[in-house]
């Protein structure tokens, strides 16, 4: 009883949206063809942190959907799900907040505290990469790319009384001819570019670079100064 109610529920959505879509805007009318988006009962119970990137809040974007680009939409990503999630503000009475297909969608950008960081899909089939992560943030974009990747999962970790808590994990990689290379520290580096060791070494040795993964700045003069060497 309760699996036909909870059909008949999705498909009045469903036929609920696209009811609306008609009533506006034709391109904007696509971003209403998505699932609507509840809270999972896994975020409403008693577990530490949250499932989003940054924070609960909506950021303004740019994404690229169905070949089209969408200006200054409210979204959050979800890192434990894998999605976006769109906060419509064009039509009052249509449902507020919508899970963007991924399917569709391959690019956003970001922007937070001025800065804006770029997602996309075009890596997310790369023979190599984590599978789960569905967008990589593109930090440099040049005859090399570095990429980072994230996700959430809700481990055990007893703390406070709460018996689960959201864990971030990150992955960065350096695509070198079409190849993704873990990057983990400065030695991941000298591995790559093993014929060019030396000159890595003095590189970073004369401009004092950290060479963390975390520490982008230092990275990506690292990788434009490989990049002016000869191929691996």
């Known amino acids: 009883m309760w699996l036909k109610l909870l059909i008949s529920f999705l498909i009045a959505n469903n036929m ?132 980072k990747g994230s996700i959430k999962t809700i481990d055990e970790l007893p703390v406070y009384n709460r018996t689960k808590e959201y864990i971030e994990k990150s992955y960065y990689y350096l695509i070198v001819n079409d190849k993704p290379y873990r990057i983990k520290r400065k030695r991941d580096f000298l591995l790559i570019f093993d014929v060019h060791k030396k000159a890595l070494r003095k590189y970073i040795k004369t401009n004092r670079l950290n060479i963390k993964v975390w520490s982008h700045a230092d990275i990506v003069k690292l990788i434009v100064f490989c990049e002016s060497l000869n191929e691996i």
Request: hydrophobic share 35%; aromatic share 16%; net charge negative.
């Open 16 to 147: 609920y949206i696209n009811l609306l879509a008609q009533e506006i805007d034709p391109k904007s009318s696509i971003l209403l063809n998505g699932r609507l988006y509840q809270e999972s009962r896994l975020y409403q119970e008693n577990i530490g942190g949250h499932p989003f990137f940054i924070d609960n809040k909506f950021y303004s974007s740019n994404i690229v959907y169905k070949g089209m680009t969408f200006d200054n939409l409210l979204i959050k990503y979800d890192l434990l799900n894998q999605h976006l999630i769109y906060y419509q503000n064009i039509d009052e009475e249509s449902p507020r907040f919508i899970l963007l297909n991924n399917n569709y969608l391959d690019r956003f950008e970001l922007t937070v505290s001025s800065h804006k960081l770029v997602f996309t899909n075009e890596y997310s089939d790369l023979k190599g990469l984590i599978s789960d992560i569905k967008y990589y943030q593109l930090i440099y974009d040049g005859k090399y790319k570095y990429i």
